[in-house]
């Protein structure tokens, strides 16, 4: 295994949760239960039994098929998964004005709004088919003064499927214009502790189709929320 491969079975194997850890993993790659249970020669139960919690803890060699099975079946769809994982896992280590967090299991944008108690800015229908892998929680003048376009990939982590959550903010206007102009988009925007979100904020989320939120919580608490999932 290589160290993306390796990182993933140590994720699963050292997981309070394997069988939800493996559905994150799995649902990240795109690839259902149909074709995952064919790759392995087993049926769709089993795989949903795995990933309810409802079998004893994967062994070491079920996690190794369960892995090498992503890679494979991502590598015939031209592996473009596996590529953008790579590129995010090889980035340093979050800086003292952002962090990042990975969610054990994903939750939709729906899920967002009740746990930080937000109130929807735009874009409400998106929120229920969404899925967000985790967050990354920033000081918004911080990033869009000290980070380089090279380095923006940081702030996605693992994975683009996440929620940016901006502290720091003013009208709501940069973060947005931060987002537009960027080549990769979150799923999610949340600005922290604003009344009034400028106007061209709201129209670039609506153009890029994200939802945009606030949240009258300060960073601390959006954390001990969202870190316990």
Not at 21 to 27: G, L
Not at 114 to 143: E, H, Q, W
Not at 191 to 219: R, W
Request: net charge neutral; proline share 4%; charged share 25%.
């Amino acid at each position: 295994m290589d160290s993306l491969q390796e990182r993933i079975a140590g994720e699963i194997a050292l997981s309070d949760t394997p069988g939800s850890t493996m559905k994150k993993w799995r649902e990240l790659f795109g690839i259902s239960q149909v074709e995952l249970a064919k790759y392995l020669d087993i049926s769709t139960s089993t795989i949903s039994d795995y990933e309810g919690n409802r079998r004893a803890s994967p062994g070491v060699g079920v996690i190794k098929r369960f892995v090498t099975a992503l890679f494979t079946i991502d590598s015939k769809r031209g592996g473009e998964i596996a590529r953008n994982l790579e590129k995010f896992s090889k980035k340093d280590e979050a800086g003292s004005f952002y962090s990042i967090h990975d969610f054990s299991a994903p939750i939709s944008g729906t899920d967002m709004v009740r746990l930080i108690d937000a109130k929807i800015i735009t874009n409400p229908n998106y929120l229920d088919s969404m899925k967000l892998f985790g967050y990354t929680l920033m000081d918004s003048l911080r990033v869009i003064l000290e980070i380089s376009p090279a380095e923006y990939p940081k702030l996605f982590g693992t994975t683009s499927e996440r929620a940016f959550i901006f502290d720091q903010v003013s009208t709501g206007r940069s973060p947005m214009v931060v987002v537009r102009v960027a080549p990769i988009k979150p799923k999610l925007v949340v600005i922290q502790n604003l009344d009034s979100v400028d106007k061209l904020a709201i129209k670039i989320s609506q153009i890029e189709h994200i939802p945009l939120l606030t949240t009258k919580l300060n960073a601390e608490e959006i954390r001990m929320r969202l870190n316990n999932i």
